[in-house]
């Protein structure tokens, strides 16, 4: 039985009914693995959970672990792959996008993730990264450009979320010729998406897109 969430970003905590489905969701709290997306961040030796935003929504949740680890560059390569075989939950935390699946690729954690029994999250980047595809744009003075990156692909779809985006954005169509290939859900701040068991639930604001037709999905979280 799998089960996934793909987050947008919350500005302070899990809303009441997606705590209720986390809960209900998450019965083994043995071990937490967040992956981090910006890897090369970090200048201290230990890092501190308080800072973590994901981890305080789980902790405000009341959905605690017997041990926790965050993976980013200053943990082996080894350590990285064995905690996460033996993880309860993976989160892959928010962040910058490119450097998170460039930092999967570069430590070979992909496939050890999607191998997992645990149940997967992912915040943003995260979330992000968690689908088959995603888009990102780049700005510079000149010219718009956008990159198509493979995500790890637990569940054949794409994934957008960004704080700044949001329906007015996503009717612009940046994202319609990648909708010509496969479907989008895009996603607005405080929105979850849970896949379980290969069923789609929807909680906020989310948007399918589809052969460059966008629609609203109903809440059924």
Known sequence: MKTHYYFSWFNHFFPEKLVHCLQEDIQDRKLLVMISANPSGYKDEQVNFDDVSEWTWLNQANIIFDEYHFIDYRMQKEDAQRFIRNASVIFLCGGYPVL????LL???LSDVIKNSN???MGASAGAL???AKWLSLNNTDEV???TIY???GFDHF???????RDYAMFVQGYLFPLSEEIDIYAAEQESAIRVKDGKI???GPVYLISHSKIQKLVETL
């Open 100 to 103: 998170q699946n460039d930092f």
């Open 106 to 108: 570069d430590y070979e």
């Open 201 to 203: 639930e929807i909680m």
């Open 158 to 164: 794409a994934y957008e979320s960004h704080s700044q």
């Open 150 to 152: 493979n995500g790890i």
């Open 118 to 120: 645990a149940i997967i």
């Open 144 to 146: 718009e450009t956008s």
């Open 129 to 131: 990264n968690m689908a």
